[in-house]
């Protein structure tokens, strides 16, 4: 195993550029190619899933040496970055994150830290997303995801590439000596268990709104990413881009024939 086994690294997250899981991405990334580059958003960008910026123009603005900021969303960085600011010298790997959060079960289709990776698979390079999970904002264990990504990161590209797929990598709120493995599982169903709607009036006595997800605690089968979370495992579940539910297949070509 040589000592960088990327020649360039492409980065992203959705939480912003000047937050602290992107930091340690990048300190990541340096210990595992020789160039990293950085194409985030300027602004919180969670929660746009894998949507792009077709209705305002994409400014991007400089911030170092192979660092930018984009005012889109993590799929326009990613489109960006691969598409116009690395020229004609494509990433050999996506990596997005790390996000402060966990992104499980239904939070996967709403997650721009999840579509920084899947935008990769679009483009045909490879992507890894990352988030680490917590119990209160002010405590998050950023060492847990330092010391665990960059063994995951190898282990899941080094050996090679399985399939037309990304990855999502969650890891446990807890300190690092205490995960117990990493595992391969699906992701899990439900948590969320509706949208919120909250009114709140401005200085105008104008009318605004925050949504908000409500959730519950239900219990799920050992092999999801949420279980795996629970005994203290770094979860990695393989997604692509078909929805197709093909248990619900046969009996749709039933009721069609």
Same mark, same amino acid.
């Given at each position: /195993? +040589?000592?960088?086994?990327f020649n360039r690294v492409l980065l992203t997250n959705d939480d912003g550029i000047g937050e602290p899981g992107l930091d340690i991405l990048e300190e990541v990334a340096a210990t595992l190619a020789h160039e990293v580059w950085v194409v985030a958003p300027e602004t919180d960008q969670s929660g746009t899933a894998n949507s792009i910026s077709l209705h305002q123009p994409i400014r991007v603005r400089e911030r170092g040496h192979r660092r930018y900021s984009v005012n889109g969303t993590p799929a326009d960085c990613i489109l960006m970055g691969v598409q116009h600011l690395m020229g004609d010298q494509r990433p050999d790997l996506v990596l997005s994150g790390i996000n402060a959060g966990a992104n499980l079960g239904d939070d996967v289709a709403y997650s721009g830290t999840v579509a920084g990776a899947m935008t990769a698979l679009f483009l045909g390079i490879r992507g890894i997303a990352l988030s680490q999970s917590y119990r209160t904002r002010n405590s998050v264990p950023w060492q847990?995801?330092?010391?665990?990504?960059?063994?995951?990161? @190898?282990?899941? +590209?080094?050996?090679?590439?399985?399939? #037309? !797929?990304?990855?999502?990598? #969650?890891?446990?709120d807890i300190p690092p000596e205490q995960v117990t493995a990493m595992e391969a599982v699906r992701q899990g169903e439900g948590g969320i268990l509706h949208i919120g709607i909250e009114q709140r009036e401005d200085t105008r006595e104008k009318a605004y709104y925050w949504l908000r997800f409500l @959730?519950?605690?239900?219990e799920l089968a050992p092999d999801t990413d949420v279980a795996a979370l629970k005994r203290g495992?770094?979860?990695? +579940?393989? !997604?692509?881009?078909?929805?197709?539910?093909?248990?619900? /297949?046969?009996? !749709?070509?039933?009721? !069609?024939?």
């Open positions: /195993m +040589t000592d960088r086994p847990t995801a330092a010391h665990w990504a960059p063994k995951v990161i @190898r282990t899941l +590209t080094v050996g090679g590439w399985s399939g #037309n !797929l990304c990855y999502n990598v #969650n890891f446990p @959730r519950e605690r239900r495992s770094v979860a990695v +579940t393989p !997604l692509k881009f078909d929805r197709t539910d093909l248990d619900a /297949m046969a009996d !749709l070509r039933q009721a !069609l024939s």
